[in-house]
Nanobody
Framework: QLQLVESGGGLVQPGGSLRLSCATS????????IGWFRQAPGKEREGVSC?????????YYADSVKGRFTISRDNGKNTVYLQMNSLKPEDTAVYYC?????????????????WGQGTQVTVSS
């Protein structure tokens, strides 16, 4: 059974950092494209970052997080990470990881088949 489980969210002050984890099971992580999305209250779900199943393809970052967020994967641990630095109040949202086993990165949520339950990130002083 395929599962994605996010962790690492929490409350952090502006300028702080968090590292989100997406632990996967039931899929071969090396053969999967993993995306991070977020959804703030009253807003649509938006693509934040993505790491492709295709070696050598450029990872995707939304303009709003470029230079602050870094995505990485550890295939041995079946886990994808999202390192978030210089956090801003507008980064506050529920963060989800999602997987697709065919195709590369997409910022469209309907391109992904499997989803985790989400983890809350709150940036506030």
């Amino acid at each position: 059974q395929l599962q994605l489980v996010e962790s690492g969210g929490g409350l952090v002050q502006p300028g702080g950092s968090l590292r989100l984890s997406c632990a996967t099971s039931g899929i071969t992580l090396a053969g999967s494209t993993i995306g991070w999305f977020r959804q703030a209250p009253g807003k649509e779900r938006e693509g934040v970052s993505c790491i492709s199943r295709y070696v050598g393809r450029t990872d995707y970052y939304a303009d709003s997080v470029k230079g602050r967020f870094t995505i990485s994967r550890d295939n041995g641990k079946n886990t994808v990470y999202l390192q978030m630095n210089s956090l801003k109040p507008e980064d506050t949202a529920v963060y989800y990881c999602a997987a697709r086993v065919y195709g590369g990165c997409s910022d469209q949520h309907d391109a992904y088949t499997f989803w985790g339950q989400g983890t809350q990130v709150t940036v506030s002083s």
